[in-house]
């Protein structure tokens, strides 16, 4: 069974960084899309970004775009999130999710999800 356990957050003030971890097992990783989403109190889960084909294809959505960047060590069966300049509405909840399929944009394309990890960004 596919098993994902994210890692790496935590407080950060506004416009500091964090790198998050998220590592895969039970599975052939490179079979895999990879997805980083998130969820703030009140909020529904959002689509952070996504990794598909080993890496080479990486999509954003427009918060994260120029700020956050998707990266995979295909050796390590780990994906990686890199987020800088971070503001108080980055706050929430980040889980990292895997597909068999194409991966695309909602919650519902993932079969397989870690627990999350915690990111709180404020002074």
């Known amino acids: 069974q596919v098993h994902l356990v994210e890692s790496g957050g935590g407080l950060v003030q506004p416009g500091g960084s964090l790198k998050l971890s998220c590592v895969f097992s039970g599975g052939d990783f490179s079979a895999y899309a990879m997805a980083w989403f998130r969820q703030a109190p009140g909020k529904e889960r959002e689509l952070v970004g996504l990794?598909?084909?080993?890496?080479?294809?990486?999509l954003y959505r427009g918060m994260a775009r120029g700020r956050f960047t998707i990266s995979r060590d295909n050796a390590k069966n780990t994906v990686y999130q890199e987020m800088n300049s971070l503001r108080p509405d980055d706050t929430a909840l980040y889980y990292c999710?895997?597909?068999?399929?194409?991966?695309?944009?909602?919650?519902?394309?993932?079969?397989?999800w870690g627990q999350g990890t915690q990111v709180t960004v404020s002074p």
């Open positions: 999710a895997a597909s068999t399929g194409y991966g695309r944009y909602t919650p519902g394309d993932y079969e397989f």
């Open positions: 990794s598909r084909f080993s890496g080479s294809n990486t």
